[in-house]
């Protein structure tokens, strides 16, 4: 399975941006869809899971009420709404695909946000 980012990008504080993570390869609605990011200098941080069939979502305590995490099983797809963005959002934001014992990364999209 291949993962591509997309949708970062340089924002004021308090803006919105929305990331998409495009899957090839395999069969994407047998994923369960993960967001995570990674700021300069820190660790990796889980952001966001959603679950195969896009019913049930979970989010860190830092984006809950601000990010949504959504995807279109028809179109491999799974997005993540980002509002009310801080300075502290700033970080490279990867997604993840795991089914069972397998996992899959895709090479990040940056996001910046000007305080």
């Known amino acids: 399975v291949q993962l591509v980012e997309s949708g970062g990008g340089l924002v004021q504080s308090g803006g919105s941006l929305r990331l998409s993570c495009t899957a090839s390869g395999g069969t994407f609605s047998n994923y369960v869809m993960s967001w995570y990011r990674q700021a300069p200098g820190k660790e990796r941080e889980w952001v966001s899971t959603i679950d195969r069939a896009g019913t049930s979502t979970d989010y860190a305590d830092s984006v809950k009420g601000r990010f949504t995490n959504s995807r279109d099983n028809a179109k491999n797809t799974v997005t993540l709404q980002m509002n009310s963005l801080k300075p502290e959002d700033t970080a490279v934001y990867y997604c993840?695909?795991?089914?069972?014992?397998?996992?899959?990364w895709g090479k990040g999209t940056l996001v910046t946000v000007s305080s």
């Open positions: 993840k695909a795991v089914m069972w014992w397998t996992h899959y």
